[in-house]
């Protein structure tokens, strides 16, 4: 009698099998061309492939994509309806993120009319930040990804240039805003200010500041994503068109600001070296809206911060990543990261927001919606 049982079990579970296994055969179909189904005699061939076409599927373990596949995915992830279809290297980064520290705090405070936050199970999250400004839910955000095989190359391009990079201000403000550090110079005269044009630029664009975009850790922390991979810190220099006479007068307009984003990657070989001496003045500045004057002495130009302006980039039109997220910057993101020790990033992540420690202040990715990234 137990017998009988197992052995219709035994019937039912191949049974079972069987059904899931015939509509997966489907999907090994190859997608012949219009002339293939048109031709009625030839559409019986279409399951009389050699032994060996299964085979292939038999291999253990995920097949890497071809060139034709990888197309497909880039193509996908522009498409504003496919926005993050499944994507096992997307999951595996979301399963590596590391919930932040603050969020096993007490209970968060209600947030202030008109604030940010960069954590999505806020009110005042990311994904809520067009209640905070309506043109952060606009259709030409930043960041964005950013893929070398997608990106259009430009073959005839002026150069890039940045003049008086070498220069020395006055003094540097350093600010915590509650959501970076920023450093914004100022100038004995206007001809001392710094000039960013070449490139995707048509006009001169000036200094404004810097400031930076980290992560709890390094493995995230860059607000663009460069061939899927996020870096452990961006750099944001800001600049405004020399057309209009402020930063803020330049952000409201459509060529108003240009932005140059860099990542930076672990230098791993010397714990104790300082790389980026700048980074010693961030301990003024832990308390949420403190700052700190950077006198003369102690000044450095934006070469000591970036070095040369002579990598290759990636160029596109898109916003400020902060509200009111303005849609009028014409980003230039540099292909070569800068270099940072751990020992540096953690003077990063030792600033406090009003919220808790100030980590993982980055956007996350936005939608392409039909703009073309350039590869200069
Ligand atoms: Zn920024």
Redesign the pocket.
């Known amino acids: 009698m137990q017998l009988l049982k197992w052995h219709g079990q035994l019937i039912l579970l191949n049974f079972l099998m069987f059904m899931s296994w015939r509509p997966c055969r489907g999907l090994n179909v190859p997608s012949y061309d219009s002339n293939y189904r048109a031709n009625p005699t030839r559409r019986s061939a279409v399951f009389a492939q050699p032994s060996s076409y299964y085979d292939q599927y038999a291999a253990a373990g995920p097949k890497p994509l071809t060139a034709d596949q990888r197309r497909a995915k880039l193509t996908a992830l522009s498409n504003p309806d496919f926005y993050f279809p499944d994507d096992p290297e997307a999951d595996l980064a979301e399963a590596n993120e590391p919930e932040p520290a603050l969020e096993r705090q007490r209970a968060r405070p209600a947030p202030a009319a008109g604030s940010f936050s960069y954590n999505e199970k806020d009110k005042n999250g990311p994904s809520h930040w067009y209640r905070v400004d309506a043109r952060c839910g606009g259709r030409y955000q930043s960041p964005i990804l950013l893929n070398t095989s997608s990106a259009l190359l430009v073959n005839r391009k002026r150069p890039l240039r940045l003049d008086g990079q070498t220069n020395l201000p006055q003094t540097i403000l350093l600010q915590n805003d509650g959501h970076?550090a920023k450093f914004t110079y100022n100038w004995r005269t206007g001809a001392d200010r710094p000039v960013l044009r070449g490139g995707p630029l048509k006009t001169k664009y000036l200094f404004d500041q810097f400031?930076f975009?980290w992560g709890v850790n390094s493995t995230v922390g860059s607000?663009h994503v460069y061939d899927y991979q996020r870096y452990p810190m961006e750099i944001?220099l800001v600049f405004y068109n020399g057309l209009y006479e402020s930063f803020a007068a330049a952000r409201e307009q459509v060529d108003g600001i240009a932005v140059v984003g860099l990542f930076y990657e672990i230098y791993d070989h010397a714990v104790d070296e300082q790389l980026n001496t700048w980074t010693r003045f961030l301990r003024n500045v832990v308390e949420p809206n403190s700052q700190h004057t950077i006198e003369f002495i102690d000044t450095f130009p934006l070469y000591e911060v970036i070095g040369d302006v002579e990598w290759p980039y990636f160029s596109y039109e898109g916003s400020l990543?902060?509200p009111p997220c303005l849609e009028t910057v014409t980003w230039i993101v540099a292909t070569k990261p800068l270099l940072v020790t751990e020992k540096e990033m953690k003077q990063f992540r030792r600033l406090q927001s009003p919220t808790g420690l100030m980590v993982n202040n980055y956007r996350p990715v936005q939608k392409l919606n039909h703009r073309r990234v350039f590869l200069y």
């Open positions: 970076s400031h975009h607000e944001h990543t902060t």
